[in-house]
Nanobody
Framework: QVQLVESGGGLVQAGGSLRLSCVASGRIVTSNVMTWYRQAPGKERELVASITSGVSAGRTNYADSVEGRFTISRDNAKNTVFLQLNSLRPEDTAVYYC????????????????WGQGTQVTVSS
């Protein structure tokens, strides 16, 4: 069974940095679009950044609020996607979730809409 496991969250002061990781566990052949979302208390989950694979490998997309501060990248050999968070602000405080739109396991079975359990990022002012 394919799972996504996030790590790297924590408490940081405003202006600081964190690097989040999301590892797809299991025997993975390929994954498609990987996306980081976040959800702050009392707010809806929002897209932070996404990255594609395949023929358009590495095409990225960012929310306006994080453009120029966050960087998404992926290491397909390690089935890992990263989110580098720089110049953090208190309003970046949220639980950050990793999502894969679809993953192909070596069993030949596709899994769709996979979510990780989330990692907490807290930015103090």
């Amino acid at each position: 069974q394919v799972q996504l496991v996030e790590s790297g969250g924590g408490l940081v002061q405003a202006g600081g940095s964190l690097r989040l990781s999301c590892v797809a566990s299991g025997r993975i052949v390929t994954s498609n679009v990987m996306t980081w979302y976040r959800q702050a208390p009392g707010k809806e989950r929002e897209l932070v950044a996404s990255i594609t694979s395949g023929v358009s490998a590495g095409r990225t997309n960012y929310a306006d609020s994080v453009e120029g501060r966050f960087t998404i990248s992926r290491d397909n050999a390690k089935n890992t996607v990263f989110l580098q968070l720089n110049s953090l602000r208190p309003e970046d405080t949220a639980v950050y979730y990793c999502n894969a739109d679809r993953i192909l396991a070596d069993s030949g079975v596709w899994s769709y809409g996979i979510w990780g359990q989330g990692t907490q990022v807290t930015v103090s002012s």
